[in-house]
Structures are given as structure tokens and as C-alpha cells.
């Protein structure tokens, strides 16, 4: 247990940060000598070659330049040495050559946008002072920024690609994970908090017929102004496009992959039926109706732009949702009908009103939410609930439903307990298998290790790794 959380707890350290990705420099550069490993404190080195990995370096700089951007993302770093994150960068190091190496394909636009947006959030931060994130970079020119952190991207793309390949296709057996729990001292098994299971009935306003034609229409409009006029499409979908994630980089979407399929299924046919420069026809999804312009066909990567809108909600619409969910919930409050058979006969939510309305955890994928893990929404929406009494009715809101009605209650508590494996088999199932992707990645890394040039120069010699990074045996 104690090997998976500190393994684990390291791995968020691998893609983040400024490392840069550069070309081998003679091994002859000086290296300032370090009297100690701790991170928080302040030094004035030389800067040289502190390791090489393959066709990549690090730099002495790269790792101050990275504990900086970690601390100024707010992570804790107490108790964290230089050694350990140096660790870490030459994982990223090794995951990079290696991707390169298995011809793993970096999608340029998708890049070029997560610079965009690290830039402009940093921007907003600092009052739009650019010349100030110049210097804290120690860049001349804002294109000499972009280029390194273009190169800092891509490199981390290719490093979580390459760590998603290698744990890709791990599973456990039942047997797998009986035998995980079994080996666990009982002293040192994990205890969960106080758990809730949690029903919900969902009442989502209707919408008109003339409600979607005018949305349709719209696309419609901008679809022929691109096509007939030269309008921009990109310039379409930051001013009109209602998906939030995408619009300010112009409707781009990450790349979509024949193989491994992320979108809903209608927005997946349509887009790959699409020629490089199509632009689709108006179509629906549970999201509302899209547009899809096909920018790139790359193989099996296709690279997308899209304009989502959605239908307007009329007032009319609205109040007949919330006049339906009060009388739902009078009729639980009154004992005419049980919360579960009002869920099945009234709710919207298809995920659950076949449960009685019981929602699933998505991280367990069971019906128990761990009280101290547990979304700050739904918290603020069910605290100061007893077990079995009915919420006041909650004005919400999701990806796909502008406005949605709907009451909720907590079916059953569990108190604080130990694992126990029948009660608690989902969560111990996923247990075991970070404790199996962690060998898998363990196991990789000893045999990629030994096939790569690795070079670890001066004071990080002396640093005790998890890995096999000097090559002792």
C-alpha cells in the first residue's frame, strides 16, 4: 500500500513543469557540486548537463525551473527532495525517447493550442504583462516562449501517450485481487470514511419543436457563409459556439482516433464521413446541434473544429418542469408513492431512474460516495439531509441541460470502517490495479532503462533512485 501511494503520489510531479527538450551537448560541461538534496533551498549554480536520456537532456536549470512552476502551482512540496524530482524528470525523459522511438504522433494544432492557453492564463494572471513572464522565463522574445513551451508540450504529450501504452490492456482477475487484499497486514489495511448512497429524480424542461428549427437554421446560416462567402469558421466559433472547452480555441477539439474513439457516437459518424474542408450539415446530439468542420486527416487522427448551440428553454417550458417536480415531491412527502417508483415513473435521467434514482459513483462505479471525496456540488446539496428525508426542490444544471429541476435523498449511510472485501470489492479491485499498472511501469522501465543510453552526471550520482538509472547491476 505504502509503495502505491508514494509511487503514485510522484506521478503527478512526470508531466508537469518547463523541462526543456533539447539537443545532446558534450558531457564536459562543469557541474556545481551541491552539499545537499532538499528542495526548499535557495542556491546560485552554474548551469550544465546534469543527465542525459536517450536523444534528451536535462539541464541543472530544468530542475529549478521546475520546482518553481510546482510551487507556483500550489504544490506541496515538504518533505519532497531534489533527488526524488529529479527522478521524475528523467522518467519523463525516458517516456519521451521511447514514444519517439515507437513513432508515437504528436497532433501540432492540439499543441500549439495548450501553449496558447497556458500563455493567455498566465496573462490574466499578471494583468496582460508580458514583458514580466518574459523575464521570470528569462526568454528575449515572446516566440523564443512559445517555442520552448511548445517543445515542453509536445514532449509531455508524448511521454503520458507513451505511459498510457505501456499500462494500456492491464487488468485483474478475482483471484488477482483477493490475493492483493490478502496480502495486506491487517494492521496496514486502508480504512474508508463515512459513505452515502444517493437518489435523485430529475425533471428536465421540454423543448419546442420552434426552438431547435431556429437553432438548426443558425448553423445552417454559418455553414453557407463559410462555404459561400470565405467567412472564417474559427471566427464563427468563438463568437457563437456554445461549448465552453472549445470555443476559445475556435471549436478545436482534441484528435479524434479511429481506434480509440472519445465523442458521442452521432458526432463520431459524422466526422469521420467528412472530407479534409467539409463542413457538416446541422446535426443533434444529446448536447445540443453541432457543426463540424474537418480540418486534417492524419491517418487514423482526424483534427476537428465544431459550433455547438443549444435550443432556447421558454419561460412556459420552464415553469411546467418545476410545477411537475413539486408534485413528485408531494407525493413522496404524503407516503403515496416510494422515492424509487417516482423515479422510475417521473424521472428524466435515464442513468438512474431504473435504480430508483440511486446515482453511481464514477469512481468506484458503485452506489457509495465517500463523504470527504465527495463533489463539492452535491455536498452543498444534500448536507444537513437525515437518511430518508427529501431535499427542498435544487435548480441545477449540466453539459447537457441548461436548466433541470430535481429533489434528491440519502438512501443509507455506512460509518467509518475498514476494508472489507465484500462490502468494499470495487474499491480494492482498483487497489490492486495501480498496484499492477505500478509493476507494469516498474517492470518497463528496468528493460527500457538498460537499452537506453542513460548518463547521470555530478552531484545526482550520489542520489538513491527507485529506478535503475546508474545502471549498478
Known sequence: MKSIIKLFSLSCFLFVGFVNGQEIIPDDVPIKKEKDSVINKTRIK?????????????????????IAQLEAQGADLSGVTRCELFGSLLEKKLYAHQAIQDSIIVNELYIQSLVEQQIQGILA????????????????????????????????????EMQKKVIDGVEVTP????????????????????????????????????????????????????EENGASFITKALFYSEDMGSKNNGGLLPTMNRKRPRMVKEFRD????????????????????????????RGQEYDVRHILLRPEVTPDALKEA??????????????????ADAALEFSDEEETKYEGGQLTNPTTQDF??????????MYTQIQGLKDGEISEVIQDEDRINAYKFKIMTVTDRIDDHEADFSRDY???????????????IEKWQKEVILETYVKINGVYRDCDYQSNWLKTQ
Do not use: C, W
Not at 514580466?132 to 508524448?158: H, V
Open 322 to 339: 418545476r410545477d411537475k417536480i413539486d408534485k413528485v415531491r408531494d407525493l413522496i412527502v404524503s407516503g403515496k408513492v416510494s422515492f
Open 270 to 297: 459524422v466526422a469521420f464521413n467528412l472530407q479534409e474542408g467539409e463542413i457538416s450539415d446541422p446535426f443533434e446530439t444529446d448536447f445540443g446541434y453541432h457543426i463540424i468542420y474537418l480540418e486534417k486527416i
Open 426 to 440: 470495487l474499491k480494492i479491485k482498483e487497489l490492486a490495479l495501480q498496484d499492477k499498472q505500478v509493476r507494469a
Open 125 to 160: 494572471q499578471t494583468q496582460g504583462d508580458m514583458q514580466g513572464l518574459l523575464n521570470f522565463y528569462k526568454k528575449e522574445s515572446e516566440q523564443a516562449l512559445r517555442d520552448e513551451m511548445y517543445e515542453i508540450n509536445k514532449n509531455g504529450y508524448l511521454a503520458q
Open 46 to 66: 552554474a548551469d550544465g548537463v546534469a543527465a542525459v536520456v536517450g536523444d534528451f537532456i536535462v539541464l541543472e536549470s530544468d530542475l529549478d525551473r521546475e
Open 368 to 377: 457509495n460516495f465517500e463523504l470527504t471525496k465527495m463533489d463539492t456540488e
Open 175 to 226: 483471484e488477482e485481487v483477493r490475493t492483493f487484499f490478502n496480502d495486506i497486514p491487517k494492521d496496514e489495511r486502508p480504512t474508508f470514511g463515512t459513505e452515502l448512497k444517493v437518489a435523485q429524480i430529475v425533471i428536465i424542461p421540454k423543448v419546442t419543436d420552434e426552438a431547435k428549427q431556429e437553432v438548426i437554421d443558425k448553423l445552417k446560416g454559418f455553414k453557407r457563409d463559410v
